[in-house]
């Protein structure tokens, strides 16, 4: 759940992210402005701010799909980065650290590729994708750098080094990014319950109110105009039988 800011007497309070929280209606009668008070733009007001609430809503889930896109694809980039930083390091005689080697999973494909019959001085052989389903055999010509796509149909060689520096940082932006969606999703949840519950306490007092001043029956629940219709509907059956 994310924590509400502090806030100034006088100023709205919002989650962190800016998400104004919706102030719950103890006092109707107080609310509303007393027992003669008009309730239709108190009413509207509130229809108003929960579609906001279900707007916004629909725009982090819209955020939260995309990023739970996004973040596995980039966890995949940054692995693949890495090992060709750790063929790049052992084709220079450089010294590998624990860290790049990652984990048994990933030493195991290092083993399979850097195998007998695949030299370090040799092209790197990989399945290029052409479609979902259609791929090609290519070999990579290792020189130290690595493009990688940065939208809009930009591409841009960075050292590997550089590489793995940018991805680990855009993967953990996304990944504090889905977080902070998540917590603003279940926010806007509860604002939405809210409004929902304010607006089903402002309707049952205007009912009650208005059965305290006559205006609607005990039993039938209609006001004195639909009563009366509903009896001229009777008579006029009884006219034609």
Known sequence: MATTASSSKGQMETNPRGIPKAPFVADVDEYVGGKDAEIQSTMKKF??????????????????????????????TLQVVKFLQVRRKKALGEPIEEEETGSDDDDDDLDDLDDEEQKEDKPLKTLFE???????????????????????????????????????????????????????????????????????????WDVKRRREKGLIGQQSGLLPS????????????????
């Open 226 to 241: 639909q009563r009366k219709q509903g009896n001229d509907d009777d008579s006029d059956d009884d006219d034609r039988d």
């Open 47 to 76: 229809e108003e701010t929960t579609a906001k609430y279900r707007y916004m809503e629909i725009s982090l889930q819209q955020r939260r799909k995309a990023l739970l896109g996004k973040i596995p694809d980039m966890e995949q």
């Open 130 to 204: 052409l479609n979902d389903t259609l791929y090609a055999e290519a070999e990579v010509t290792e020189t130290g750098e690595v493009g990688l796509w940065l939208g809009a149909n930009i591409m841009l060689m960075y050292p590997l080094q550089e590489a793995i520096d940018l991805l680990t940082t855009k993967l953990a932006t996304a990944k504090k990014s889905h977080e902070e969606t998540v917590e603003d999703l279940e926010f806007l949840r509860e604002q939405i319950t809210v409004m929902e519950v304010n607006f089903a306490r402002v309707h049952n």
